[in-house]
C-alpha cells in the first residue's frame, strides 16, 4: 500500500516537472546555505579550540605595573615591580600548578651566514609545563642550567627553518646578541597566538641568561612578567584572589592604594573569543534557516494549488473507497518528497561550496555528519510541517462536490 502510494506521489510529481523542480528550488538554497554556514561555523570554533589549547589551559598572567613621570604614564610592563621571589612565593599557594617567571624581548641571532630577528624569551623549566610545549628534538634545559646561567637555548620551528634550513639544529651554535649559545633541543609546532603572533618564532633560554647574557637587568632578580598555571579552571576565581593578596602583601600596597601589577586571566580571554565564536556559528546558521522558511512555504504554496488542480481526482479516489487517512498520507508523501529531494541536492551543493570557499579563500571548513544530518531532518519536518494543511484540505473534501468540481 505504501509503495503504491509512493509510485503514485512520484508519478504525480513528474507531471508537472518544472513546477516541482522550482518548488525544490527553496530547500536546495535552505539546506545549501545551512550546511555552508555551519561548515564554516565550525571551521572557526575548531581554530580557536586549536588556538585555546596551543596557548595553554588555566592560565594568568602577571605584569609589572606602569612608571608615571610629570604626569606621562607609561604603558604596564614598564616598571620592575615583580620579581622571582614573587613567582616562587606565588607557587606555595593551594592549587597553583605551575609558575614561569618571564623576561622576554626580541635579539638578532646568526647562525654560519643567515641571520633572523626573533623574539628570545628567558624563563625556567616551567615554562614548557605552563604553556603546554613540548621538545620534539634534544632535550630541554633544566634547573641547573637556570642557576648557572647556562648559554643554552631551545629554538621554535620558525626560527630554525629560517636560521638552519633543513640541517638539524640540536648540538648547533648560535650567536644571540654576539654570545654563544648552544641549542639543546626543537621545540614543537605551536602556531599562531591569540594575538596572531607566530608563537613558533621564538627562542627559549634560561632566565638568569637571558638577563645577564642578553637583555642585561637594570635591577638584579626582577621580571617583566610571571606567568601561572591552576590545576583546575574551577578554582581560577579563588587563586586570583589569593595571588592579589599575597602580592600586596609582598609589596607593601597600603589599602586604598593602586596594585602596582596587573593579573590577567588569559583563560577568560580565550573562552570570550570561544563563545563568541560559537554564537556567530549559531547566528549564520540561524540567517540561513530562514531560507529553509521561504523555502516551506512555497511546498505548501505548490501543494494548494495541487489539491485545487487534483479536486475531480480526489472525488474520484473517495468515490472508489479512499479513505481520509490515504488521501492525507497522499498529499504528505508527495510534500515530503519534494522536501527531501531538495535536501539532499541542497546538500551536495552545501558540501561543494564549502569545499570551494576552503580551496579558494583558505579558511577552515569542517562538515560534519551531525550537520549532514540536521539538515535532513529540518527537510523532512519542514516537508511534514508545511505540507500538513494542504494535505488535510485535500482529504477534507466532500466526494460530490469535488466530483462535481470543473
Same mark, same amino acid.
Given at each position: 500500500?505504501?509503495?503504491?502510494?509512493?509510485?503514485? @506521489?512520484? %508519478?504525480?510529481?513528474? @507531471?508537472?516537472?518544472? %513546477?516541482?523542480?522550482?518548488?525544490?528550488?527553496?530547500?536546495?538554497?535552505?539546506?545549501?546555505?545551512?550546511?555552508?554556514?555551519?561548515?564554516?561555523?565550525? #571551521?572557526?570554533?575548531?581554530a580557536?579550540?586549536? !588556538?585555546?589549547?596551543?596557548?595553554?589551559?588555566?592560565? +594568568?598572567?602577571?605584569?609589572s605595573g606602569h !612608571?608615571?613621570?610629570?604626569?606621562?604614564?607609561?604603558?604596564?610592563?614598564?616598571?620592575?615591580?615583580? !620579581?622571582v621571589a614573587d613567582a616562587d612565593a606565588i607557587a606555595e599557594l593551594p592549587g597553583v600548578a605551575a609558575v614561569a617567571p618571564i623576561h622576554p624581548g626580541s @635579539?638578532?641571532?646568526?647562525? #654560519?651566514?643567515?641571520?633572523?630577528?626573533?623574539?628570545?624569551?628567558?624563563? !625556567?623549566? @616551567?615554562?614548557?609545563?605552563? $604553556? /603546554?610545549?613540548?621538545?620534539? /628534538? #634534544?632535550?630541554? +634545559?633544566?634547573? /641547573?642550567?637556570?642557576? /648557572?646561567?647556562t648559554r643554552v637555548a631551545l629554538i621554535g620551528q620558525t626560527a630554525a627553518e629560517n636560521l638552519f634550513g633543513d640541517e638539524d639544529p640540536v648540538g648547533k651554535t648560535i650567536r644571540i646578541q654576539q654570545s654563544p649559545f648552544t641549542v639543546l633541543g626543537v621545540l614543537g609546532l605551536k602556531g599562531q597566538g591569540m594575538d596572531g603572533r607566530d608563537q613558533d618564532d621564538s627562542i627559549i633560554t634560561p632566565l638568569t641568561t637571558a638577563q645577564r647574557s642578553v637583555f642585561g637587568a637594570q635591577f638584579p632578580g626582577t621580571?617583566?612578567?610571571?606567568?601561572?598555571?591552576?590545576?583546575t579552571q574551577q578554582i581560577m576565581p579563588q587563586i586570583e584572589k589569593s595571588m592579589t593578596a599575597l602580592l600586596r602583601q609582598r609589596h607593601r600596597t597600603r589599602e586604598g592604594q593602586e596594585s602596582d601589577f596587573y593579573l590577567r586571566n588569559l583563560t577568560s580571554v580565550a573562552d570570550s573569543a570561544a563563545e563568541s565564536t560559537r554564537v556567530m556559528s549559531m547566528l549564520l546558521g540561524a540567517i540561513a534557516s530562514v531560507s529553509l522558511l521561504v523555502g516551506g512555504i512555497g511546498i505548501m504554496n505548490i501543494m494548494l494549488v495541487s489539491v485545487t488542480e487534483r479536486t475531480r481526482e480526489?472525488?474520484? $479516489?473517495?468515490?472508489?473507497?479512499? $479513505?481520509? $487517512?490515504?488521501?492525507?498520507?497522499? +498529499?504528505?508523501?508527495?510534500a515530503v518528497i519534494i522536501s527531501v529531494a531538495g535536501c539532499f541536492i541542497g546538500l551536495l551543493l552545501g558540501i561543494g561550496c564549502a569545499l570551494l570557499t576552503e580551496w579558494l579563500t583558505d579558511t577552515l571548513v569542517i562538515i560534519s555528519a551531525s550537520s549532514v544530518l540536521v539538515a535532513f531532518g529540518v527537510a523532512a519536518t519542514v516537508g511534514i510541517f508545511f505540507g500538513y494543511y494542504p494535505a488535510l484540505k485535500a482529504a477534507r473534501m466532500d466526494p460530490i462536490e469535488a466530483l462535481r468540481y470543473q
Amino acid at each position: 500500500m505504501k509503495l503504491a502510494m509512493l509510485a503514485e @506521489a512520484w %508519478r504525480a510529481m513528474g @507531471a508537472n516537472r518544472l %513546477r516541482t523542480l522550482l518548488t525544490m528550488l527553496g530547500m536546495v538554497i535552505g539546506v545549501g546555505a545551512v550546511v555552508l554556514m555551519m561548515a564554516i561555523g565550525q #571551521g572557526a570554533q575548531y581554530a580557536i579550540q586549536q !588556538t585555546i589549547s596551543a596557548m595553554g589551559s588555566n592560565l +594568568f598572567i602577571l605584569l609589572s605595573g606602569h !612608571t608615571a613621570s610629570s604626569g606621562v604614564r607609561s604603558a604596564s610592563g614598564s616598571a620592575h615591580t615583580l !620579581t622571582v621571589a614573587d613567582a616562587d612565593a606565588i607557587a606555595e599557594l593551594p592549587g597553583v600548578a605551575a609558575v614561569a617567571p618571564i623576561h622576554p624581548g626580541s @635579539a638578532q641571532v646568526v647562525y #654560519g651566514p643567515n641571520n633572523w630577528n626573533t623574539a628570545v624569551i628567558g624563563s !625556567t623549566p @616551567a615554562y614548557l609545563d605552563v $604553556r /603546554s610545549w613540548p621538545v620534539v /628534538s #634534544g632535550q630541554a +634545559f633544566t634547573a /641547573s642550567d637556570v642557576r /648557572s646561567a647556562t648559554r643554552v637555548a631551545l629554538i621554535g620551528q620558525t626560527a630554525a627553518e629560517n636560521l638552519f634550513g633543513d640541517e638539524d639544529p640540536v648540538g648547533k651554535t648560535i650567536r644571540i646578541q654576539q654570545s654563544p649559545f648552544t641549542v639543546l633541543g626543537v621545540l614543537g609546532l605551536k602556531g599562531q597566538g591569540m594575538d596572531g603572533r607566530d608563537q613558533d618564532d621564538s627562542i627559549i633560554t634560561p632566565l638568569t641568561t637571558a638577563q645577564r647574557s642578553v637583555f642585561g637587568a637594570q635591577f638584579p632578580g626582577t621580571v617583566r612578567m610571571v606567568m601561572v598555571q591552576t590545576t583546575t579552571q574551577q578554582i581560577m576565581p579563588q587563586i586570583e584572589k589569593s595571588m592579589t593578596a599575597l602580592l600586596r602583601q609582598r609589596h607593601r600596597t597600603r589599602e586604598g592604594q593602586e596594585s602596582d601589577f596587573y593579573l590577567r586571566n588569559l583563560t577568560s580571554v580565550a573562552d570570550s573569543a570561544a563563545e563568541s565564536t560559537r554564537v556567530m556559528s549559531m547566528l549564520l546558521g540561524a540567517i540561513a534557516s530562514v531560507s529553509l522558511l521561504v523555502g516551506g512555504i512555497g511546498i505548501m504554496n505548490i501543494m494548494l494549488v495541487s489539491v485545487t488542480e487534483r479536486t475531480r481526482e480526489i472525488g474520484i $479516489r473517495m468515490a472508489i473507497g479512499a $479513505r481520509e $487517512r490515504d488521501i492525507l498520507l497522499q +498529499f504528505l508523501l508527495e510534500a515530503v518528497i519534494i522536501s527531501v529531494a531538495g535536501c539532499f541536492i541542497g546538500l551536495l551543493l552545501g558540501i561543494g561550496c564549502a569545499l570551494l570557499t576552503e580551496w579558494l579563500t583558505d579558511t577552515l571548513v569542517i562538515i560534519s555528519a551531525s550537520s549532514v544530518l540536521v539538515a535532513f531532518g529540518v527537510a523532512a519536518t519542514v516537508g511534514i510541517f508545511f505540507g500538513y494543511y494542504p494535505a488535510l484540505k485535500a482529504a477534507r473534501m466532500d466526494p460530490i462536490e469535488a466530483l462535481r468540481y470543473q
